[in-house]
Every structure is written in structure tokens, then in C-alpha cells.
């Protein structure tokens, strides 16, 4: 387990290094370095670890429903607030959400940080960006709907159910906010609107392509799952001397080769979807359509708050690689401190509820952390791609009302000066 854990580690470190800029910390982590700094200084731990890679599929999670579950129009106000700053007023906001309040994890972190005698661990600027674009794109009390709520936050993905990684678990008490448009059309999603920037012409092709890109995805995404939990059960040292450990051996190769095969299928897929925007792009350029400048800006701010999601997400899980490499051997001990904590007779609310559900998130991830990583990283970057062919349409758009306007100045600057020619040379006519 180690030797992976170092590989994992060293992968991420790179992946991060590669495609992701530094995020500071708040109180909890040393002022100024980026999360995956701040786990390499930090006391050894497990659990917070988890925390990590959870927020890190959860960002996942949400752009999932940003990209295919969230109405958008050109006018949606809530496209506008998901994007604000963090000031100091909406950390604060969010902080007193009541899913905060009620998270298991942060409504419960300081009793068995006592028992352990560690600090408080606040939430990371990551974490509080989560819950803060999750408050506006879902109904919860704060945005006036006190019968439903955010989604858990806490639930850990199955490994060998690839939907759990993109998707938030269903719950009727968990619903997207109701988008309306004051002008132009309300598309069901991001990639919807996309298309609808392109020509009249390649719509109907993106649209079938899109269809055959998703199908051989979701049977790639099945195949490197099975790869995880194999190269996940031949790594962990008590399956070393296990008669079944050559089976799972040659298990992992064919799985491996299938991997490969569809991997390729699904490229192919994808670079015929990305080609047709692409050429969707270059029409753009060259054919300007000034009606589609207001849905194309509103667009790239949301595509630039899923970059970010992602970016943050790989920090996420290149922070828990390192951190799970030192906090193993800590793992007993934390779990023994919640078993403690639940005895205690001083526990309000749902605090014994919660101290249950880490006590079995914690004998979860003790086992599945790492491919938990590999399988979140994968899905990360893998959508990362495809947002850049999203931004290159975009662009075109907005360019092309750039260069509009800019046409359009250089005109009338090229009149104000034939005018004041005429006129300067107006005098000198009349005379003669």
C-alpha cells in the first residue's frame, strides 16, 4: 500500500504542478501555501484526508449538474452570483448555512479533535467555495426554500458504480434552483447552449455526436473502474500470499488491453464532437451574429466556474495523496477517538447520527481512498478537454464582437476625419 501511495503521490504532485495554480488557506493550514503544501506540513492525519477527496468529487459532482442539469439563458441571474469573489460577507454567510451546521464532519470535528488533542480544522477556501456555489444552484433555506436542502456532501463514491462519481445521490429533499429568462431562449443546460452558438447547419451533427461520445464513455468509464479495484486489491499487502492473487493478476491485464481498446473508441468519439465545434468556431469568425454575444459571455463565466471547480479538485487530491501517506498509521486512533466521542453523554442534535456515519466513512476509506483519487483525478481531467473546445467557441463569439466593435470605432474615426478634412478644406473653394 505504501509503494502505491507513493506512486499516487508523486503522480498527483505532478498533475497538479502541470494544471493547477496554488489555493491559500484559512486557519487550519499555514497562511500563505497551497493545500497540497499546507498536507505535507500538517500533523499526520487520515480523516481530514477524506474530507478532501470528497470535496474533490464533489466539485465533480456539481459540474456535472452545472454542465448538464442547470438551466442557462443570457440573462440568468444566478450564473452571475455562482461566479462573485469570496468577500468577506458571503464567507460569513456561508459559513452559518445549516448545512454546514449539519455537516458530519464539521458539526462534530472539534469533540474528537479534543479527544485527540489536535486543533480545529477549518474549512479550507475550496471547501466554503463548494458549499457557496452549491447554496445558489440548489433550493435550500437560504435562497428561500426551507424544504429542501444541498446535497450530502459526506457521501462517498462506489468504485464500482462510476455514476456515484458524477452524480450527487438522489434525494427528493435535493432539487436545482427554477431558472426563468427575461430575454431570449432558456437552454436546459450548458452544452445545449453551446450548440445553440453554432451554425444552423452543424447543430443537428453536434448533437449526434455528442450522443455517440457519451455511449462508449460510460462503457470506458466501467472498464477503468474495474481496473482501479483490481490494481487496488493486488496492491494492499494482506492479498499478497492470497491463492486467487495470480487470477486477479491476469484478471488486471485483460482489463488493462480492454481499457486501452476503448480508451481509443472514446477519442475517436470525442475528436468528431470537438471537430465539429471547431469548425463550428472557425464559421463563427467568419460569420458574426451579434444575437448570440449576451448568451456566449454568460457561458464563459460559467465555463471558467467549472475550470476552477476542477482546478481546485486536483489540488484536493494531490493534498489527500500526500496527507494519506503520512496519516495511516493514524487511522486507529482516529476511529477509536469517534467511537469515544459517541459514548459521550454531552452530544446534541444528530452529533451521535454523524459520529456514526465518519466512524463508516472512515472504515470505507481506510481501504478505498486510493482509488478513490485515481478514478477522481481521471474524471477531472478528462473533462478538462472538452471545456477548452468549449472555450475556443465561445471565444469566437465574443471575438467576433470585439472585432465588431472595434470595426465599427475605426469607422466612424476614419469619418470624423474625412469630416474635418471637408470642412477645413470647405473655405479655400468657396474663395476661389
Keep these: 500500500m505504501l509503494k502505491k501511495l507513493k506512486k499516487i503521490s508523486l503522480g498527483m504532485s505532478m498533475a497538479v504542478a502541470i494544471a493547477t495554480a496554488p489555493l491559500t488557506l484559512q486557519a487550519g493550514a499555514v497562511e500563505g501555501l497551497s493545500e497540497s503544501t499546507s498536507a505535507g506540513l500538517e500533523a499526520p492525519n487520515f480523516e481530514h484526508q477524506l474530507v478532501r ?41 456561508t459559513i452559518e448555512l445549516d448545512e454546514v451546521k449539519n455537516d458530519a464532519y464539521f458539526s462534530t470535528a472539534a469533540i474528537t479533535n479534543v479527544i485527540l488533542r489536535r486543533p480545529v480544522l477549518h474549512m479550507s477556501p475550496a471547501i466554503l467555495r463548494l458549499y457557496y456555489v452549491s447554496s445558489v444552484m440548489y433550493k435550500n433555506k437560504s435562497n428561500g426554500h426551507p424544504d429542501f436542502h444541498m446535497p450530502d456532501f459526506n457521501e462517498f463514491p462506489d468504485v464500482t458504480n462510476l455514476e456515484t462519481y458524477a452524480k450527487f445521490k438522489e434525494n427528493p429533499e435535493v432539487a436545482l434552483i427554477d431558472v426563468e429568462a427575461k430575454t431570449g431562449n432558456v437552454y436546459p443546460n450548458v452544452q445545449s447552449a453551446i450548440i445553440g452558438l453554432l451554425p444552423d447547419d452543424l447543430q443537428e451533427r453536434a448533437v449526434l455526436a455528442l450522443e455517440e461520445k457519451d455511449v462508449i464513455l460510460e462503457d470506458f468509464k466501467k472498464s477503468r473502474a474495474n481496473v482501479a479495484l ?19 493478476k491476469k484478471g488486471l491485464l485483460l482489463s488493462q ?32 451574429d451579434e444575437s448570440k454575444v449576451p448568451l456566449a459571455k454568460k457561458i464563459a463565466k460559467l465555463l471558467e466556474l467549472v475550470d476552477d471547480g476542477a482546478i481546485n479538485a486536483v489540488s484536493l487530491f494531490t493534498a489527500a495523496s500526500i496527507g494519506i501517506y503520512k496519516g495511516y498509521g493514524e487511522v486507529d486512533k482516529e476511529m477509536k477517538a469517534i467511537l469515544a466521542a459517541q459514548a459521550l453523554t454531552s452530544l446534541v442534535g444528530n ?47 465574443i471575438d467576433g464582437a470585439e472585432a465588431q466593435e472595434a470595426a465599427l470605432r475605426e469607422a466612424e474615426e476614419t469619418a470624423r476625419v474625412i469630416e474635418a478634412q471637408e470642412a477645413a478644406e470647405a473655405p479655400a473653394t468657396e474663395t476661389n
Design 351 to 397: 452529533q451521535k447520527q454523524f459520529l456514526i456515519e465518519r466512524y463508516q466513512r472512515m472504515v470505507i476509506g481506510a481501504v478505498m481512498a486510493v482509488p478513490h483519487i485515481s478514478v477522481g483525478t481521471y474524471y477531472v481531467m478528462a473533462g478538462r478537454g472538452t471545456i477548452s473546445t468549449y472555450k475556443d467557441v465561445v471565444a469566437a463569439v
Design 257 to 288: 488491453e480492454k481499457n486501452t481498446i476503448l480508451q481509443e473508441e472514446y477519442n475517436k468519439k470525442k475528436d468528431i464532437y470537438l471537430a465539429i465545434l471547431d469548425q463550428g468556431a472557425l464559421h463563427i469568425s467568419a460569420n458574426y
Design 230 to 248: 483490481l490494481e487496488s486489491w493486488i496492491d494492499d499487502e494482506k492479498n499478497t500470499n492470497d491463492p486467487d492473487i495470480e487470477n486477479k
Design 53 to 93: 477527496i470528497n470535496t474533490g468529487i464533489n466539485f465533480t459532482r456539481l459540474s456535472y449538474d452545472i454542465m448538464n442539469n442547470m438551466p442557462i439563458s443570457e440573462d440568468s441571474e444566478w450564473v452571475d452570483k455562482a461566479v462573485m469573489d469570496m468577500s468577506m460577507d458571503i464567507v460569513k454567510s
